[in-house]
């Protein structure tokens, strides 16, 4: 099956010269709340999108602005790995790359650092937005896991970021704020005018 995404950045590319133009986002999401930030990302900045897999990652090739996002799992942005493995092969070094994680922890400058560390990321390209959890319609497989880790989670978070992490579990919680984009926007924005 074609590809609209990839169509439309071969034809554009194309129409540059055959260089690579443009910004894709690339999401993995488990219940929905990262996803949501890929699509209000993706259409402020006009970009493709397109949901992580492993035999469509290699399109970012075609793209000189990279946005990834991946929601946040025992203190890893999911699937980041697996652009930083072919960092080589996509060519990563002459692009620019944003990198947003959705979690439950808190907003602090103290755990977007923990976060850095534990992705190996540097802290100017992160971003760090506020996710979704609901106990009751969380998938199966998220909420086993989430039980299996209840003593590790909290791993290297300071007592008080820790404690807010807690709360959002037990209660559940919504922090889906669409302005907490701006942020990523603007830099991505920047980095097109600068070209
Ligand atoms: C198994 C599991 C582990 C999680 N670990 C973390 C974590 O280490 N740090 C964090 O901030 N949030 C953590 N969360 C919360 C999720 O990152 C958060 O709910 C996020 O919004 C999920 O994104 P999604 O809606 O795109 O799947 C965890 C959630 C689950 C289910």
């Known amino acids: 099956m074609k590809n609209p995404n990839r169509q439309a950045a071969i034809r554009r590319s194309e129409a540059h010269g055959g260089n690579d133009t443009d910004t894709i ?8 709340s990262s996803m ?6 993706a259409k ?5 999108i397109i949901p992580y897999s492993k035999k469509t990652l290699g399109y970012v090739t075609l793209y000189r602005n990279i946005v990834f996002g991946g929601w946040i799992r ?4 999911t699937r980041l790995n697996m652009l930083k493995q ?3 092969q996509f060519g990563l070094a002459g692009k620019n790359i944003f990198i947003f994680g959705v979690g439950l922890g808190p907003d602090t400058e103290e755990y977007k650092r923990l976060i850095c560390k534990r992705n190996g990321i540097e802290r100017d390209t992160f971003y760090y937005l506020e996710g979704r959890y609901n106990p009751d319609k ?4 998220d909420a086993a896991s989430l039980a299996a880790m209840k003593n590790t989670i ?3 978070m300071s007592e008080e970021d820790a404690q807010v992490l807690r709360e959002r579990i037990e209660n559940g919680y919504d922090g889906v704020d669409p302005l907490k984009i701006i942020p990523l926007v603007e830099a991505v924005m920047k980095a097109k005018e600068i070209r």
């Open 25 to 32: 986002v690339v999401y993995n999401s488990s219940n929905g």
């Open 36 to 41: 949501q930030y890929a699509e209000l990302i």
């Open 44 to 48: 402020a900045l006009d970009a493709d």
């Open 74 to 77: 025992a203190r890893e942005i």
């Open 86 to 88: 072919n960092a080589g």
């Open 138 to 141: 969380i998938k199966r497989v």
């Open 154 to 156: 909290y791993g290297e």
